[in-house]
């Protein structure tokens, strides 16, 4: 504690409260998975028993190591059963992403993306930004087990856990200003949509502007983040969240309704097969995008927009709000909005299906 005199003689303290008040604004941190923690985690990922000392051995490590890290497990809230005598078990086997599993899915489309999977990261985008800045080629990939600043659209955090979800980013090299890329997202979101089909997902829908829903629940989003110049040529980094198993903890940590692609795929998908499949179907609509621009893709998008036709309310950053039926989207973009004063475009805010069950009861659904 500091402190420092006043003119009177008397002392005051100095900094204490600008360090509650640090310790209180900082955004939350989730903890980070060390080297050693996901080595063990792999090892453990099959759910059979394993003893402290076989993986001592098998890494090459002492058991003390071992405990201390596998002690990391806990605040990533996986369950992990400890019985004398016979080891370790995690309660559930997890399927955890591994490079040379998704090149194998990606067949002879691999050559097209350098793939790196890491334990756990800040945030992919975040880091493939960094690279991007670097030089990093076209094609990259980063797709992370645990990222400790997950985020969304407009700063919101993204909760996920180890094997409960893919999160990656790919990076996309264009020739073209950052206006061109206006309708990027949306054209993101028709080849999720096209990769969900693939895997026997054939009634997901887009929510404007960058949500996956299945059956009026958010089961994917998408967070794109530009580099280079206005006018060309650019950088996009496309970062995917997809919620593939949610254990009921993590449901309880999500402010909206969520749903994941075991429950609408009615089986459990390998996740590597699940990311070298998105990365197929983004190649081949980022090509034509680049090449055509969206509007090739807008009747498409369009066609599976979850509110197209129906009465919304839009609320936009300025804290304005606005009712009307939507029309569909522009070519750049932008949701056109048909209203009692005239058609509106909205290129950002937030949509809510706007029903009147009787006069005396609205509710907005979001």
Request: glycine content about 10%.
């Amino acid at each position: 504690m500091q402190f420092t005199h006043r003119r009177d003689g008397t002392r005051k303290r100095r900094n204490f409260l600008r360090v509650k008040l640090a310790v209180y604004l900082l955004p939350d941190r989730a903890p980070r998975m060390n080297p050693l923690t996901f080595s063990l985690l792999r090892l453990l990922s099959d759910g059979e028993f394993h003893s402290g000392e076989t993986m001592a051995r098998a890494l090459a490590v002492s058991r003390a190591s071992v405990c201390n890290a596998l002690q990391g497990l806990d605040p990533l809230e996986l369950k992990l059963f400890r019985i004398r005598g016979r080891g370790y078990r995690l309660a559930q086997p997890l399927i955890l992403l591994d490079t040379a599993q998704v090149v194998r899915y990606l067949g002879a489309g691999a050559s097209r993306f350098a793939i790196e999977v890491l334990a756990s990261t800040e945030s992919t985008n975040t880091l493939l930004l960094q690279r991007a800045a670097q030089g990093a080629v076209s094609g990259s990939v980063i797709a992370a087990e645990w990222q400790t600043q997950g985020r969304g659209r407009r700063g919101r955090v993204w909760h996920a856990m180890p094997g409960a979800a893919l999160t990656f980013s790919l990076l996309w090299r264009f020739q073209h200003g950052a206006s061109f890329l206006s309708g990027l997202s949306l054209a993101v979101g028709v080849a999720v949509i096209r990769a969900l089909k693939v895997l026997g997902i054939a009634d997901a829908g887009l929510k404007w502007p960058n949500d996956i829903w299945w059956q009026g629940s958010k089961l994917a989003g998408i967070l794109i983040e530009m580099h280079g110049d206005m006018l060309g040529p650019s950088a996009a980094v496309i970062g995917i969240g997809l919620n593939c198993r949610m254990p009921d903890l993590l449901r309880g940590k999500i402010d909206q309704p969520a749903t994941d692609l075991e429950t609408a795929s009615g089986s459990s998908l390998d996740r590597n097969c699940v990311l070298a499949v998105l990365l197929l179907e983004l190649e081949r609509v980022i090509e034509a995008f680049a090449r055509d621009g969206f509007h090739p893709l807008r009747v498409e998008w369009q066609r599976h927009h979850v509110f197209q036709g129906r009465t919304v309310r839009v609320a936009t950053p300025d804290g304005a709000c606005t009712t009307g039926m939507v029309k569909g989207v522009a070519e750049d973009g932008a949701l056109l909005l048909e209203t009692d004063t005239g058609d509106k475009r909205f290129f950002g805010g937030e949509v809510s299906l706007f029903r009147v069950p009787d006069l005396d009861d609205r509710e907005y659904v979001k």
